[in-house]
């Protein structure tokens, strides 16, 4: 079994910050690419950004200039730094692990249950 373990969501006021991190745990033998993706009410979850195990990176043009994934090859660990937020970033927030290599053989990708970034005054 291979886990995803979200954490570092909340309230924050426009403009301000909030770091997301997500830990991936169980029968991992290699995880291709890491990321975050979100989805608001009443919309489609989303691409926000990946990084690949090679550090490659993408962002959606919303993140871009404002958001930073980073990632620990040795921990399966992904984290999100997200600066100058905006009300429209409001969203549950999922951390993704694609193409997960398990010690049995297996390959699939998994998702995290999902944590809140709310930004409002």
């Known amino acids: 079994q291979v886990q995803l373990v979200e954490s570092g969501g909340g309230l924050v006021q426009p403009g301000g910050s909030l770091r997301l991190s997500c830990a991936a745990s169980g029968s991992i033998f290699s995880i291709y690419a890491m990321g975050w993706y979100r989805q608001a009410p009443g919309k489609q979850r989303e691409l926000v950004a990946t990084i690949s195990n090679a550090d490659g990176t993408n962002y959606a043009d919303a993140a871009k200039g404002r958001f930073t994934i980073s990632r620990d090859n040795f921990k399966n660990t992904v984290a999100l730094q997200m600066n100058s937020l905006k009300p429209e970033d409001t969203a549950v927030y999922y951390c993704?692990?694609?193409?997960?290599?398990?010690?049995?053989?297996?390959?699939?990708?998994?998702w995290g249950q999902g944590t809140q970034v709310t930004v409002s005054s």
């Open positions: 993704n692990a694609d193409n997960v290599l398990t010690t049995w053989g297996t390959s699939r990708d998994y």
